[in-house]
């Protein structure tokens, strides 16, 4: 006679249903790595609407439609509907300032940045911030000191190596407009990288873990791709279809799927 529970083979069932095919992530790896190269080794015309570009538009899109698909499919009374719908709001954003992004450089042939993407950029932040608050406050996570600890070495640590890797751009003056600037928008997405490896650590050992690992994951990846992208424009080094590209890449990537794996399991 077997041992075992009936209520573990049930989670082993659920965990598998969250479970990742190995497939996919090769294949989003694979993606990343041929972007990448493309990246590297192409000579393009950044005057006019490239490959890259395409994802900006093409990626939030997708992302965002996914998650109110399941945000609206758990019903207003779910505890998913408004960590989804929040999320999906913080995306919304970020296409307006893709867009706004584009039409600056490309139509206008101005430099976006700083620009009025910048103002819907940082409105992605409160919403994504909101979506891992709501998200672990669903899913009785409390914070102790312990955690908001760990929030606030990973938050603080982040700020500390974008202020010294863009110490040259003070020249002399603490008050440097640049830097000043870029620290509104890198202070967020280093509060929104503790917050997602909080996250990422509460979940690793509930039967969703591997699905939060992914949109968390993605979210931290994001956090790293604009928090290096703040410290390029200090010294005017970013250019289209650079590496920062390839993070967002994999951000959206990760997200879709996450968010896929997620609409699978409660099908």
């Known amino acids: 006679m077997s041992n075992t529970n009936p209520i573990d083979k049930e989670e082993k069932s659920i965990q598998s249903s969250f479970g990742l095919n190995n497939k996919v992530l090769l294949l989003i790896i694979g993606l990343a790595l041929a972007f990448e190269f493309y990246v590297l080794t192409t000579e393009y015309d950044l005057s006019i609407f490239n490959v890259a570009d395409s994802f900006y538009i093409i990626g939030p899109i997708v992302v965002m439609i996914l998650g109110f698909v399941v945000a609206f499919k758990h019903g207003r009374d ?6 989804f719908l929040t999320l ?20 206008l042939g101005e430099d976006p940045y700083p620009s009025i993407a910048d103002v819907f950029y940082f409105l992605f932040y409160p919403f994504t911030i909101g979506f891992i608050f ?6 009785a996570f409390p914070l102790s000191k312990p955690k908001v600890t760990l929030i606030a070495i990973i938050t603080i640590g982040a700020i500390f190596v974008y ?14 407009f640049d830097f000043a600037y870029g ?7 280093a ?4 917050l997602s490896t909080l996250g990422i650590i509460s979940f690793k050992h509930s039967l969703q873990g591997l699905v939060w690992l992914l949109i968390l994951g993605s979210l931290l990846v994001d956090s790293v791709a604009n928090i290096w992208y703040y ?9 289209a ?7 967002i890449l994999v951000t959206y990537m990760l997200m879709f799927y996450g968010l896929y794996r997620h609409y699978r399991y409660s099908t």
Do not use: Q
């Open 88 to 107: 999906s709001l913080g995306l919304f954003f970020v296409l307006l300032g893709d867009t706004t992004y584009l039409y600056y450089d490309i139509v």
């Open 134 to 139: 709501l998200t672990l406050k669903f899913f």
């Open 183 to 189: 620290m509104i928008f890198v202070s967020a997405a």
């Open 191 to 194: 509060l929104t990288a503790g």
């Open 231 to 239: 410290h390029l424009e200090l010294f005017e080094g970013y250019v």
């Open 241 to 247: 279809l650079d590496t920062i590209d390839t993070l």
């Open 78 to 83: 779910s505890m998913y509907f408004k960590p």
């Open 163 to 176: 202020t010294g890797l863009s110490y040259e751009a003070f020249e002399g003056d603490i008050l440097n």
